[in-house]
């Protein structure tokens, strides 16, 4: 405990005694000043012992007691030491009433006791509050390394709780709560979600502070990890403010948790080229030696039914898939799966990062994948200036399930759920939605509708005179499968008049309607020019 008045009232060589504030003696004491002046105020930061023999005060005049301590006591004065039998004999009556007013501790100092042996007893005292605090703090940094060494994040959680006299809560990188001590701060730490979130936009190391007086409990939360966006945060609930050895212990506890949960640069490297590693011999056909290479890393993934990832978006100065790689990573960590994921550089013409992942199909991982998509389907939504497509505009590709042996083949389809994708300026897109839908989306491409500008537009030009309806002719036929009656039903003209239209389509287009090539791509071109209207 720092120094208090009570504790210099009762050291034995002080000789103190109390003439005000009797019950106001518990206050620590910061420091002890001297001084003289008439207004030492500006020279005060507040919590200190001032010391006075009233040199030049009128210690006697009741008005002037009353604005001299109405200072003191407004600039955070604990307590005022009047030294008697150097000017007075006693301490003046205005004095001791004033201080009783305001609630000044107002001690009487003997001409035998310096002011210079009570700074002693105060800094000696302070010295050992502060070497207590260290000891302590040491300790406690002992109990919170065996503890993380023992029971891993968990008990070193529960350690802290214990030290602080308060509770702690652990958070991912997602911003979701892993631990809590005890459990029934789970749901504390489930409100501070958004503090965390926002604590986490912010370059690491960062803290901040929320709560207070008026809520529950104060908590400070501290970022975790040494690179641009910090890995994980801890939470920290206290009654009040932390103490010297308290804050030593949350500091040890920053430090240990930083090395359990943030991976040397080295490790992670190497974990990168062994998940590259699994992922060529996967794409080259090679699943026997995948599995041998992924061992334990990865090998799990491979025992399983997987879905391959494709993302694309970003530049070297600003990558929107690092978002991606790591709700996937936190939300694979969390429910014990494995989770393949290699950032590549740009791939051919395309100057946008990309990312491969390989995880577990129905998992955790895919699941986040698929909320952290339409988070960004949202956002993308709801923006006034909508400028999809761009290089630097995440664009994510899912594939079917697939096993090692097929691992090529689901690359392929990620590859081309994400063409679809960018061309549709979608966020991401499944390939099974691909299968299961039609393929006249696909044909709003702008080469494909200038293809079909191109083909029907001397039978458009034709109609455009009057002298027939070609391309309404056209449409009917081929959606009849060329049944000339039915066909000239749904016209409304005789099949004889469907016959010469027909032949008048050949002629003008220069190709035979009996080759079946000709009728595909005739019949693409009607719908892409009906999609386009």
Not at 476 to 487: F, I, N, P, T
Request: glycine fraction near 8%; aromatic fraction near 4%; include cysteine.
């Amino acid at each position: 405990m720092p120094p208090t008045l009570a504790s210099l009232v009762h050291h034995s060589a002080l000789k103190l005694t109390v003439r005000a504030g009797e019950d106001r003696l518990d206050v620590p004491v910061r420091w002890v000043h001297a001084s003289e002046l008439a207004d030492p105020v500006p020279y005060m930061e507040g919590g200190e012992l001032l010391l006075i023999t009233a040199l030049k005060l009128d210690a006697e005049d009741p008005k002037a007691m009353r604005r001299y301590v109405k200072r003191l006591v407004g600039a955070g004065v604990v307590g005022l030491g009047f030294a008697v039998g150097v000017n007075y004999d006693e301490i003046p009556k205005a004095l001791v009433d004033t201080a009783a007013e305001e609630g000044l501790p107002l001690l009487e100092v003997p001409r035998r006791t310096p002011f210079l042996a009570i700074s002693k007893a105060v800094s000696a005292a302070i010295a050992a509050d502060q070497y207590r605090s260290v000891t302590a703090g040491f300790a406690a940094q002992r109990e919170l390394t065996r503890q993380a060494l023992t029971d891993g994040p968990e008990g070193l959680l529960a350690a802290l709780a214990s030290q602080v006299d308060g509770w702690a809560a652990l958070y991912d990188t997602s911003g979701a709560v892993v631990a809590t001590a005890p459990e029934w701060a789970g749901r504390r730490a489930a409100r501070l979600t958004a503090d965390v979130e926002r604590l986490r936009e912010r370059p690491a190391p960062a803290s901040s502070v929320v709560g207070g007086p008026d809520n529950e409990d104060r908590v400070e939360l501290h970022s975790l990890g040494t690179g641009r966006r910090p890995k994980a945060a801890l939470a920290v609930g206290t009654a009040a403010a932390l103490g010297t050895a308290e804050r030593y212990a949350v500091h040890s506890a920053i430090a240990l948790l930083t090395l359990t949960t943030e991976r040397s640069r080295s490790l992670q490297a190497a974990e990168q080229r062994i998940g590259a590693a699994v992922l060529r011999m996967l794409l080259a056909g090679q699943p026997d030696h995948a599995r041998a290479v992924a061992g334990d890393l990865f090998g799990r993934l491979l025992d399983a039914p997987f879905r391959v990832i494709v993302g694309e978006g970003g530049t070297a100065d600003r990558d929107p898939l690092a978002g991606l790689a790591e709700v996937m990573e936190s939300a694979a960590a969390r429910s014990g799966e494995a989770v393949l994921v290699v950032p590549e550089g740009p791939q051919g013409p395309h100057p946008s990062e990309r990312l491969v992942v390989l995880a577990v199909d129905g998992g955790a991982a895919v699941e986040a994948c698929r909320e952290y998509a339409a988070a960004l389907e949202a956002e993308r939504a709801s923006s006034d200036v909508q400028e999809q497509g761009g290089d630097d505009e995440p664009v994510v590709g899912l594939s079917a399930p697939a096993g090692p042996i097929a691992a090529a083949a689901a690359y392929k389809q990620a590859e081309q759920a994400l063409s679809v994708a960018r061309r549709r300026g979608r966020v991401f897109v499944e390939h099974e939605q691909l299968a299961a839908g039609s393929v006249l989306p696909l044909l709003a491409d702008d080469a494909v509708r200038a293809f079909a500008d191109g083909l029907l537009r001397p039978l458009s030009e034709h109609d455009a005179t009057g002298r027939g309806d070609l391309v309404a002719s056209l449409r009917a036929w081929l959606s009849r499968h060329g049944q000339w009656d039915a066909a000239a039903a749904d016209l409304g003209v005789h099949r004889h008049t469907l016959r010469y239209r027909m032949r008048r389509v050949e002629e003008i287009l220069g190709r035979s309607l009996d080759d079946p090539d000709v009728r595909m791509e005739l019949w693409l071109a009607l719908k892409a020019t009906a999609a386009a209207e």
